[in-house]
């Protein structure tokens, strides 16, 4: 963890509060670690996918889902350790240009699973860079609360692909864990997305 990053302003679990209350309608992909905690803080709804593993799959896995349901808002909610890993799928969202689909990342330029140590975005990585070479049509970046309206608002209703860099504080915040059973989390939200025939019932 670096110095710079415990100044940011943007706290992480009221993004993502605000993330939810704002798109009650959305899928939400959580990606692996502290978004899945501040999306279940936030309120664990049937309509959020949290992955307990797959690390830098969040991204793919969204454009997958934005793919198969185009009238649905999906919004990928992820770090930037785990979108670093899966810097690939961005090439591919870009390519498939889901205009549903918004990636969200919540960069404290830290791998909070494993003890904070600093991420290469603490060394200068751009990933709103990267979004763009890659093609994405719309991107955004926020490091302050002044900057986070704008933001949030292109997360819902922007044009997609869209790609938002939020510079978040690093800090400890309580766990908040949702159930473990991953079959029985993808049972939910199928049975959420599609009726309770697709789960066989």
């Known amino acids: 963890m670096t110095d710079r990053a415990n100044?940011?302003?943007?706290r992480r679990r009221e993004v993502a509060?605000?993330?939810l209350d704002e798109n009650p309608d959305a899928l939400v992909i959580a990606g692996l670690g502290a978004t899945v905690w501040d999306l279940t803080a936030a309120g664990d709804r049937h309509s959020t996918f949290p992955l307990w593993g797959a690390m830098g799959?969040?991204?793919?896995m969204g454009l997958g889902l934005a793919l198969a349901q185009p009238e649905?808002?999906?919004?990928?909610v992820t770090?930037?350790?785990e979108q670093l890993m899966g810097l690939g799928a961005l090439a591919t969202v870009a390519v498939?240009?889901?205009g549903n689909l918004a990636i969200v990342v919540f960069d404290n330029e830290s791998y909070g699973e494993t003890g904070m140590q600093a991420t290469h975005t603490a060394a200068g990585v751009d990933l709103?860079?990267?979004a763009r070479a890659a093609g994405f049509p719309t991107?955004?970046?926020a490091s302050t609360n002044a900057e986070l309206d704008d933001a949030l608002r292109t997360v819902s209703s922007g044009k997609g692909p869209v790609f938002a860099w939020l510079k978040v504080r690093a800090e400890a915040s309580p766990f908040a864990l949702p159930p473990k059973d991953g079959a029985w989390l993808k049972d939910r939200f199928r049975r959420h997305l599609l009726g309770p025939a697709a789960v066989g019932e």
């Open 96 to 98: 498939q240009r889901p």
């Open 57 to 60: 799959g969040a991204a793919a």
């Open 17 to 19: 509060q605000r993330l």
């Open 79 to 81: 770090g930037d350790g």
């Open 7 to 10: 100044t940011f302003e943007i």
């Open 72 to 76: 649905k808002r999906v919004i990928v």
């Open 128 to 130: 709103a860079g990267i």
């Open 139 to 141: 991107i955004v970046s």
